[in-house]
């Protein structure tokens, strides 16, 4: 890929006087994401082939290696935790606010970093462990019998079978889906947990608490969460059909990109309106 972006940097060069500015800028843009393509691709290749090797060389054993991943995937929590701590120790409240959030910026910039590196070199030694462990009568190319070193790590990715790989690839994007489709992941995420503290909090206190059977451990309702037709109407005195307001809903919607150039990256606040 280097070699073509070389070529390409020549093409350029070399017909610059029959190109205008947007040819150039439509080559400059392809050979900026060839050359994050190629880089990407190197990193991500030089960390899963020879990651678990350099842990195998630092570490004695296996054991070792299994050590040193679960420390660096905790060191992820522990900055974010260290930011939070650190950030109520300040004399003044806007000296403690400017501090919280240097903190905060600076542990989750080498949170992210750190727990993606461990995943992947944790990715990798695992599926030579699980290559190893499936195919244990496998030829590997070399007499001794195999032990976890970084000389045999190497032979693994050298030497696995083809028709292996892609069999034990099949199995694993099978199980994805299937998970995928009897797990729904929206129903674990930060939304989902604020919605019900939302319900809980506005619903929840606004209904009658004699009305309210809460769970005793959790405190939650399932009536609490009622749908917004039933606020259409209610009855009052027998026979008597009443309407209720609805509540304010104001919407902020972040356009991330657009034919309108001037409303990109911003949030336009889209008018409040009350429904009867």
Known sequence: MCLFLLSVVLFVGITSNVTDDADREWWARFGAWVLIVAVLWSVMSALVIFGPVVLLKLGADSTTVKAILAALGGVSGLLTVLGGLMSTKSSSPQEQDAKSSGLRSHAAALAAPVFALTLLLALSFGTSLLIKTIAPSVDWH??????????????????????MLLVLAAVLVSVSLIMSTLVNVNKFSLSAMYRNRLIRAYLGASRPQAARHSNPFTGFDPYDNIAMHELRHYRGEPGELKRKLLHVVNICLNLTSGHNLARQQHQPRLPARKHR
């Open 142 to 163: 070399f007499a001794t019998e195999y032990n976890l070193d970084p000389d045999g790590l190497l032979r693994i990715i050298h030497y696995s079978p083809l028709t």
